[in-house]
Nanobody, 121 residues
Framework: QVQLVESGGGLVQPGGSLRLSCSASGNIFRVNAMGWYRQALGQQRELVATITYYGRTNYADSVKGRYTISRDGAKNTVYLQMNSLKPEDTAVYYC???????????????WGKGTLVTVSS
């Protein structure tokens, strides 16, 4: 079994910052790409940021310059530093990872349960 567990969501005022974390655990051989997605109420889930195994990053235009994705390979953990938050950043943020389990030749997509980020005064 493999699990992704997010933490760090909450309520923050506009202009504030939050840091999300997501840790993968279980029968893991290798964690490949990791990323964050978000889904606002009544909207489709959208990509926020991704990071490859080698550290190459990709961001949605709406968060470029404000968010930073990083990872700790030794801990199988991905982080999302969110600065200059806006009310439109309010959403449930989901962690995603391509994980290769022990004894399995290829990776499989896993999702966390999500953590709510609310930006409001």
């Amino acid at each position: 079994q493999v699990q992704l567990v997010e933490s760090g969501g909450g309520l923050v005022q506009p202009g504030g910052s939050l840091r999300l974390s997501c840790s993968a655990s279980g029968n893991i051989f290798r964690v490949n790409a990791m990323g964050w997605y978000r889904q606002a109420l009544g909207q489709q889930r959208e990509l926020v940021a991704t990071i490859t195994y080698y550290g190459r990053t990709n961001y949605a235009d709406s968060v470029k310059g404000r968010y930073t994705i990083s990872r700790d390979g030794a801990k199988n953990t991905v982080y999302l530093q969110m600065n200059s938050l806006k009310p439109e950043d309010t959403a449930v943020y989901y962690c995603n990872a391509d994980i290769q389990r022990l004894g399995v030749p290829s990776g499989v997509d896993y999702w966390g349960k999500g953590t709510l980020v609310t930006v409001s005064s």
